[in-house]
């Protein structure tokens, strides 16, 4: 239930090893279509899947799948981020219908360089959130993010899809810390979805190119 969706790497891939995507070869005809408009992109953060559901009435929380488990201290930072009467009566007031936010947990333990991110515990970042079938704009994740007090993943590319992928075959640092970022996610500035009702929606991860790239400065 409130599975996320996977999300289409902007290029075609030789093969789901690093470094075999075919550059100029587009993923899905919906990306060469919308090639040239402006597509905004926040930090992707090598963690774990989480979701936060509120469905009127309480507050619980999943993995990527239903299935999936959650680590004891991971679930422990999420009760203290969300749960308790205070956080059940402001996900009341902010929302007056079943709603499902989407994030990573991320930090030491989670992951191979989850300690990159903080090395002395956990923490939960929201990247989306659906009411219904609604997804909402970045205006109004800020929005709720700075409701609920939780971080929110940071914009870093704005431009053409051929822009994104330059600058993610370069490399960039982090906004957590003095290493490199994994990678972007990338929707068009206004929300689009094809005739599957699926959104238009990608990612691009720096361990996808052929590194280094001679034609990069040096990553600031």
């Not at 982090?174 to 290493?179: L, P």
Request: include cysteine; hydrophobic fraction near 35%; glycine fraction near 10%.
């Amino acid at each position: 239930m409130n599975k996320y969706h996977k999300i289409k790497t902007l290029w075609k891939r030789q093969s789901e090893k690093p470094n075999n995507i075919i550059i100029g070869e587009y993923a899905l005809p919906e990306f060469d279509l919308l090639k040239d408009i402006e597509w905004v992109g926040t930090e992707k953060i090598d963690g774990t899947n989480i979701r936060v559901i509120w469905d009127n009435n309480k507050i619980r929380f999943g993995g990527k799948t239903d299935n999936a488990q959650i680590p004891t201290f991971l679930y422990d930072k999420l009760n203290e981020l969300f749960a308790g009467e205070v956080k059940e009566q402001l996900f009341e007031q902010t929302f007056d219908s079943p709603v499902c936010l989407y994030g990573e947990g991320y930090g030491a333990k989670i992951q191979r360089g989850g300690g990159n991110y903080k090395s002395d515990g956990v923490g939960f970042v929201l990247f989306d959130i659906k009411i219904g079938n609604w997804w909402l704009d970045r205006g109004s994740l800020e929005d709720i993010a700075e409701k609920l007090g939780i971080d929110i993943v940071p914009i870093i590319f704005r431009g053409t899809l051929q822009e994104l992928s330059d600058f993610v075959s370069c490399g960039h640092k982090s906004k957590w810390g003095d290493f490199l970022a994994e990678g972007v996610v990338a929707k068009p500035i206004i929300e689009i979805k094809n005739r599957g009702d699926e959104r238009i929606i990608t990612k691009l991860k720096y361990k996808d190119f052929i590194i280094p790239n001679p034609t990069c400065e040096e990553v600031k």
